[in-house]
């Protein structure tokens, strides 16, 4: 599966979803290629301070609107590749809509960030003709627990008509320490409740991804 984590507006945690959706498959056994097709290279910073850490998630650079072009070459190798969009370079996110076979879309609970949605999705719209196989999904993002806004954030996003994962992730220190470091939340306990999320979440994402590919359209 070729899953791209997208999204037009920055700041909605990107590149801590690919990293956490990408170690959860890695320590499942599969093999996975993230690619950071964000110029900032935010995903290539973190594989950088990873390096002497196991188990590895290979990094590859690939900032470009090319990069729907290259992807199949690559995908021989690897059960999966994650594709780390960046914010507004419409270019490069349109090509990784052509890539994928299912886009992620990471939303904070706010007004803010479901508005900011409203470019992904257009994109997505754009690209149906050409790509009509393929999925997305939103995923609550740093999530506050027992608040009016986590709730309201979730009926908020029925005006896309796409599906919203069952499975947030919580607004964790955990989940921030562990990415500026060079590692994720499964590097400390694999029974924390952070860990527990994400490896939910990677569940969750792997099987609308095998829903998808194992369409009779795909």
């Known amino acids: 599966m070729i899953l791209a984590v997208l999204n037009q507006k920055g700041g909605t945690g990107k590149t801590t979803l690919a990293v956490h959706v990408g170690m959860a498959w890695v320590r499942s056994g599969a093999r996975v290629l993230l690619i950071d097709a964000d110029p900032q290279g935010t995903a290539l910073d973190w594989s950088e301070a990873r390096k002497d850490l196991l ?7 690939l900032p470009k609107p090319t990069l729907h072009r290259e992807v199949p070459a690559l995908a021989g190798g690897y059960d999966h590749i994650i594709i780390d969009g960046p914010p507004k370079i419409e270019a490069i996110v349109k090509s990784a809509l052509m890539a994928a076979d299912l886009v992620l879309i990471p939303v904070q609970p706010s007004g803010v960030d479901v508005w900011g949605a409203r470019a992904i999705v257009a994109l997505l719209a754009d690209a149906a003709p050409l790509r009509p196989q393929l999925k997305a999904v939103f995923a609550v993002n ?77």
């Open 55 to 61: 188990p590895a998630l290979p990094v590859l650079g």
């Open 142 to 218: 740093r999530k506050i627990s027992k608040t009016f806004l986590s709730q309201a954030v979730l009926k908020a996003l029925e005006v896309y008509r796409l599906p919203i994962l069952a499975c947030p992730i919580t607004q964790r220190v955990a989940f921030a320490e562990s990415v500026g470091s060079g590692q994720t939340v499964f590097d400390g306990s694999l029974s924390s409740l952070a860990s527990r999320e994400a490896l939910a979440l990677a569940q969750e994402v792997l099987d609308h991804g095998q829903e998808t590919t194992d369409s009779p359209t795909a």
